[in-house]
């Protein structure tokens, strides 16, 4: 695996993963869901989560400490996504904001700078 390719996978990820925020959002604003809670949910489903869990990446790489953190915080941050959408599906658009403000946020933030500070010590 080439330095620039892991540069390239973690900075897409990192735009792609803060994009959720806008769609959550939106869900939660309009009710209408696009996506399938249960697909959402899943961290094996984006590119991110095929690359991770793909065999791009060295064994030494996956049982770095980076990557078994980032690994289980980007599952929850699926998880929770889909926790987001199945309530605003369900019209219940207090607890979705409630949760998006709270859980989300809190592992949206820990993901983004996990994965910067990952970036950075690889490159």
């Not at 806008?22 to 696009?34: D, V």
Request: charged content about 25%; hydrophobic content about 45%; overall charge positive.
């Amino acid at each position: 695996m080439s330095i620039h390719n892991f540069d390239d996978n973690i900075r897409t990820a990192i735009s792609a993963h803060g994009q959720w925020k806008l769609r959550l959002k939106q869900a939660i604003a309009t009710g209408s869901i696009t996506d399938d809670p249960k697909e959402v949910a899943l961290d094996t489903r984006c590119d991110f989560g095929k690359w991770m869990h793909g065999a791009t990446l060295t064994p030494e790489i996956k049982a770095s400490k980076p990557y078994i953190v980032i690994k289980r915080l980007h599952a929850e941050f699926h998880a929770c996504a889909g926790q987001i959408l199945v309530l605003a599906e369900n019209g219940k658009t207090k607890e979705a904001e409630a949760m998006m403000q709270g859980e989300f946020n809190i592992l949206a933030k820990k993901l983004m700078l996990t994965l910067t500070k990952w970036k950075a010590e690889m490159v």
